[in-house]
T-cell receptor, first 113, second 115 residues
Framework: DAKTTQPPSMDCAEGRAANLPCNHS???????VYWYRQIHSQGPQYIIHGLKNNETNEMASLIITEDRKSSTLILPHATLRDTAVYYCIVRVVGTGTASKLTFGTGTRLQVTL | NAGVMQNPRHLVRRRGQEARLRCSPM?????VYWYRQLPEEGLKFMVYLQKENIIDESGMPKERFSAEFPKEGPSILRIQQVVRGDSAAYFC?????????????FGNGTRLTVT
């Protein structure tokens, strides 16, 4: 699986949009971009994933550049409960069976009042 | 639809004892993954199983650790003769059978403390 690079930490004011960047310059054509987060001591929580088109769900939006070498996770109105470590993961699919996720060190997002 | 259930939530074992961690996947999911998170560290993949088969055990320590996912019942991660270095949070995740692109859904983990 391709490696990802994320800033180790970010701050965001409550109510503002949180934009979390991720570089995955060696991504292959059959690799998806997944985002998870881990709130202190809980299990990782799935947020969103995409291949090449931008995606939106009730939690967040995922913007993937046209060359697919980077992406941005957007939390449109951050709250204190969004304080967590956010992981950007690329995952190969299409090999005939579901594949594992490889977690990096992520971005620690601190949402402040 | 209940999520991934792990039990116990907390487990205390003395050095040399055995630890058995259980994971019930989400309904309809037949792929199970185990991860370990040492204190202040990231999540490390251990093993990936489908019903009655180990698919990828590249992250499993060679000794003392084993995993199974029987045809009936939960997946079990077994640690024999535990040592203090086994103290960690162990997370289980599951995904559906026929959907390669499906996200993994995680449980809230079992926190193992070895005294």
């Amino acid at each position: 699986d391709a490696k990802t690079t994320q800033p180790p930490s970010m701050d965001c004011a409550e109510g503002r949009a949180a934009n979390l960047p991720c570089n995955h310059s060696t991504i292959s054509g059959n690799e998806y971009v997944y985002w998870y987060r881990q709130i202190h001591s809980q299990g990782p929580q799935y947020i969103i994933h995409g291949l090449k088109n931008n995606e939106t769900n009730e939690m967040a939006s995922l913007i993937i550049t046209e060359d697919r070498k980077s992406s941005t996770l957007i939390l449109p109105h951050a709250t204190l409960r969004d304080t967590a470590v956010y992981y950007c993961i690329v995952r190969v699919v299409g090999t005939g069976t579901a594949s594992k996720l490889t977690f990096g060190t992520g971005t620690r997002l601190q949402v402040t009042l | 639809n209940a999520g991934v259930m792990q039990n116990p939530r907390h487990l205390v074992r003395r050095r040399g004892q055995e630890a058995r961690l259980r994971c019930s996947p989400m309904k309809g999911h037949s792929h199970v993954y185990w991860y370990r998170q040492l204190p202040e560290e990231g999540l490390k993949f251990m093993v990936y199983l489908q019903k009655e088969n180990i698919i990828d055990e590249s992250g499993m320590p060679k000794e003392r650790f084993s995993a199974e996912f029987p045809k009936e019942g939960p997946s079990i991660l077994r640690i024999q003769q535990v040592v203090r270095g086994d103290s960690a949070a162990y997370f289980c995740a599951s995904s559906p059978r026929d959907r390669e692109n499906s996200p993994l859904h995680f449980g809230n983990g079992t926190r193992l403390t070895v005294t």
